[in-house]
């Protein structure tokens, strides 16, 4: 069975992760484990997938999601690692309530759980959490769910940030362009009556920050970018040498506002954009201006997704559909090979965050075709646009630490 899997695993994609070394052990863990054997000519052994980008809702909202049931959809999704962000109650804007959210990941968390503490305090953006006795014991500090509106506080906060060696993974949103918009202000929004988002209320701010950074030297992470100008000011910082990476959704990747429908599955944010930005998005992918894919993950209940677009909570839940969904809509249309897609979700993530990949893997059935079910998800959160969706490739191995944390 061993030497089965070891035939099917793509050479370039055990190359990208440390080559033989990793895949022999997990060949030996394979063997010492007993996993049963896989028939498929398909199977594929990857890295575990890490997820700098998702909210699992606790302390404070476990009725949409917990560390728990979280990290069992992680697994589901073949992730080995994520990044939680600090939108909770309370907010770990201090070492004492950051230990809240550490003692319920160690308790309950299936996969490595690595959390975010708060840019200010109470994620208000009036003052500096206290970053320096939460910085070793985060992974990053971020006020995800807001962005930091003063420059003076931002600058403080990446100023800090450096000299703690850790990194701003900011939301970039200017409050003063949102004018009560929930969706993109483009044609759909128009057409319907809905209020929209621009896109400088994104871009205007990834601007001012670049040059921040530029100044201090910070170690900077745009989260969930959706623009073609946040793409072009991105490639234009590497250009310049700047520490700076970012992130996008497989949402803004395979959908943009024409998709919309009356449904709060579609209600997120940053919104869809409009196919000219879906496209820049793409080319930013293929050319290395995106770093890595990432789900933000925001579950609901289903009363708070129910309302339509204008009603419903933002946010959708994406860790047990991200691999699937891009591998069928690029990889098998021959947009990106899978070893960029590994990467994508496995390597940059985890080289850029300093997160260790150990021996974690995750074995895939390439060849399965099925339909994208809610019903069939291990997270709280059932939100999402891609319900029946036809796509190919299902989990049916996920080992974290040595342990298996999701079997078919």
């Known amino acids: 069975m061993i030497q089965q899997l070891k035939a099917q695993t793509i050479k370039a994609v055990t190359d990208c992760i440390g080559g033989n070394s990793f895949y022999?052990?997990?060949?030996?863990?394979?063997?010492?484990?007993?996993?049963?054997?896989?028939?498929?000519?398909e199977y594929i052994i990857f890295p575990?997938?890490?997820?700098?980008?998702?909210?699992f809702r606790e302390p404070g909202f476990s009725y949409k999601e917990?560390?728990?049931?979280?990290?069992?959809?992680?697994?589901?999704?073949?992730?080995?690692?994520?990044?939680?962000?600090?939108?909770?109650?309370?907010?770990?804007?201090?070492?004492?309530?950051?230990?809240?959210?550490?003692?319920l990941i160690e308790k309950d968390a299936k996969i490595n759980v690595y959390p975010y503490a708060s840019?200010?305090?109470?994620?208000?953006?009036?003052?500096?959490?206290?970053?320096?006795?939460?910085?070793?014991?985060?992974i990053a500090f971020s006020d995800?769910?807001?962005?930091?509106?003063?420059?003076?506080?931002?600058?403080?906060?990446?100023?800090?940030?450096?000299?703690?060696?850790?990194?701003?993974?900011?939301?970039?949103e200017d409050n003063s362009l949102l004018f009560g918009g929930y969706i993109h202000d483009g044609e759909y929004a128009e057409a319907h009556n809905h209020k929209g988002i621009c896109s400088e209320s994104e871009w205007k701010p990834i601007e001012r920050d670049l040059k921040l950074v530029e100044e201090t030297g910070c170690k900077y992470h745009v989260c969930h970018i959706s623009t073609k100008e946040s793409v072009e000011l991105i490639r234009q910082a590497k250009a310049k040498g700047l520490d700076v990476t970012c992130e996008?959704?497989?949402?803004?990747?395979?959908?943009?506002?024409?998709?919309?429908?009356?449904?709060g599955c579609y209600k997120m944010n940053p919104p869809l954009r409009s196919k000219e930005d879906k496209l820049a998005?793409?080319?930013?992918?293929?050319?290395?201006?995106?770093d890595m894919i990432a789900t933000d993950h925001a579950p609901h209940s289903e009363e708070e997704k129910s309302k339509g677009l204008a009603g419903s909570a933002f946010g959708i839940v994406g860790l047990e559909t991200a691999f699937q969904l891009m591998y069928t809509s690029f990889v098998k249309t021959g947009e990106i090979t899978l070893e960029k897609l590994v990467e994508l979700m496995a390597i940059n993530p985890r080289k850029r965050f300093g997160i260790p990949l150990n021996t974690d893997y995750t074995v895939w059935d390439l060849d399965k075709e099925y339909k994208i079910k809610a019903k069939d998800f291990l997270s709280k959160g059932k939100a999402m646009p891609f319900e029946d969706m036809t796509v190919n490739g299902k989990c049916v191995l996920t080992v974290c630490n040595g342990k298996v944390v999701y079997s078919e």
């Open 66 to 103: 917990t560390i728990e049931s979280g990290s069992l959809a992680g697994a589901h999704g073949g992730y080995t690692a994520v990044c939680t962000m600090p939108n909770l109650n309370p907010v770990p804007d201090s070492l004492e309530n950051l230990k809240q959210q550490l003692v």
């Open 48 to 55: 575990g997938f890490c997820d700098v980008h998702v909210h």
């Open 24 to 41: 022999s052990a997990v060949a030996e863990h394979l063997s010492c484990d007993s996993v049963s054997v896989f028939n498929s000519p």
């Open 119 to 138: 840019i200010t305090v109470g994620q208000k953006g009036e003052k500096l959490s206290d970053m320096k006795a939460m910085a070793e014991k985060c």
């Open 281 to 290: 998005l793409i080319e930013g992918i293929k050319d290395g201006t995106i």
């Open 248 to 263: 996008t959704g497989p949402h803004y990747l395979i959908l943009d506002d024409s998709d919309l429908k009356e449904n």
């Open 144 to 172: 995800d769910g807001r962005g930091v509106q003063s420059e003076e506080l931002m600058r403080q906060a990446m100023l800090e940030a450096k000299a703690l060696g850790k990194m701003i993974v900011a939301h970039c």
